[in-house]
């Protein structure tokens, strides 16, 4: 029944020692639920991870491994016997596929990892081309070849062509778990991917201005969550109302005399995101999240200077990770665009940050003057409110593949 086999090749996890198995357990874990109702077997013998599907089951499972975060690439093999012919049969095979698609030269490196096999490595690397060469498909290209082939002599033989470059990183759940602060922006899910990479689980937060913030700015901030929950097998992201917080920053400060000669409207971001990081830390504590995530970087605007963020994280309760703080816009967008998330990231919906911003920002808060001004606000019954009244949606992986790779209905449990 399971015409096609898929090599993966392991990726940082390979470097652990005794708690090895616990990262393959994982990542295997992982790739079950990505395939979960798919027509697929995965199997991991000797640091090698194998999938064995039907033919019908290839969109799903490449799919799945293009998102699954541990694994460096992947390549679809051919499965052959355990001898000369039938290796040369497999890279020939190869070969005519690659010169249809405009390849030139080739390479062969042998793996071999049974020593009962009568050739050595070195021996299969000089006779398993010698079809092509004799055909004049491919010349031999030892260090730059459009053609890399990888023969793996194990308890049967494996001839595969260029791998696929995926995640890298350790697999999703060995990091533990953080919850990230997501806005409309370019930066947070770019944030909470690269974490992710690090194995960590990801949840979502999204703080909601409406009317202000209007319902396609929330759909877009979903959308983002949906996107990278492809990546971290499944998250959940926290919506919360957070307009009356908002009005009582920007009336506290029209009306609060100056601190320490800067006028109180310049603090307005910063204190709405002082009120974000207490809501955070509540949403946090409640769904067994050990730090917070969000998508800040040095100097990239004017809450983000060293002072202001000491600012902003002095009313953190857990451990803030900032993944971005050292990385300019443009590596940011190359990151958003390999993910996917730039183009939903664009789109032209403000979040409740820039329409609240004050035309001259405060640059280099004290921690003294900001916490001044937001005792001033006495909203803690506002944000324990925002707290009660946010709404929860879930995105998954595996729906998602039911959804645009299925080969029959979703399963009815999550229909």
């Known amino acids: ?24 357990k994982r990542l295997v874990h992982n790739l079950n639920l990505y395939l979960e109702g798919v027509k697929s077997r995965v199997k991991l013998v000797a ?3 194998y999938v064995e599907c039907p033919e019908e089951s290839c969109p799903a499972v490449e799919f799945a491994l293009n998102h699954l975060i541990g694994i460096t690439g992947w390549a679809r093999a051919i499965v052959c016997e355990k001898n000369l012919e039938s290796i040369q049969a ?31 490595s070195y021996e299969v690397n000089c006779e398993a081309g010698g079809p092509v060469f004799d055909q004049g498909l491919l010349t031999v290209d030892v260090h730059n070849p459009d053609l890399f082939v990888r023969v793996e002599i194990r308890e049967k033989c494996y001839v595969y062509g260029n791998a696929e470059k995926v995640c890298r990183g350790l697999p999703v759940g060995t990091g533990g778990k953080g919850l990230l602060l997501l806005s409309g922006g370019l930066d947070s899910p770019v944030a909470g991917y690269r974490m992710m990479r690090r194995g960590m689980k990801v949840e979502c ?26 990546y971290g097998v499944e998250t959940h992201i926290n919506v919360i109302p957070f307009t009356d917080v908002q009005m009582r920053i920007k009336e506290v400060t029209r009306t609060h005399e100056p601190v320490n000669g800067i006028q109180a409207e310049a603090f307005s971001t910063l204190l709405l995101r002082m009120a974000m990081m207490r809501c955070a830390s509540m949403v946090a504590k409640h769904i067994k999240c050990q730090c917070l995530i969000t998508g800040e970087s040095l100097g990239q605007v004017a809450s983000q200077t ?51 911003s004050p035309r001259h920002p405060v640059l280099r ?11 001033a606000l006495d909203c803690e019954s506002m944000i324990q409110e925002a707290f009660d009244k946010r709404e929860i949606k879930m995105f998954n992986a595996r729906n998602y593949i039911w959804d645009n790779y299925g080969t029959s209905p979703r399963p009815e449990k999550d229909a």
Do not use: W
């Open 1 to 24: 029944m399971y015409t096609v086999t898929y090599l993966v090749q392991l990726g940082e996890l390979t470097l652990k020692k005794s708690n090895i198995k616990e990262f393959e």
């Open 205 to 230: 937060c999204y703080f909601h201005a409406y009317p202000y913030t209007s319902v396609e700015a929330q759909e877009k901030v979903e959308h983002l969550a949906e996107i990278i929950s492809l």
């Open 306 to 356: 060293v002072e202001n963020m000491e600012v902003t994280e002095s009313m953190c309760e857990l451990p803030l990770l900032r993944p971005l703080v050292g990385m300019d816009k443009e590596e940011i967008v190359d990151t958003a665009i390999k993910i996917g998330t730039y183009e939903t990231s664009i789109l032209p919906y403000e979040d409740c940050c820039v329409l609240f």
């Open 90 to 120: 497999a890279v020939l095979q190869l070969a005519t596929q690659a010169k249809e698609k405009g390849a030139k030269t080739f390479k062969i490196d042998c793996r071999r990892i049974d020593k009962s096999f009568p050739m050595t």
């Open 47 to 49: 640091g090698r991870m």
């Open 365 to 375: 808060a004290r921690v003294e003057d900001a916490k001044l001004l937001y005792d």
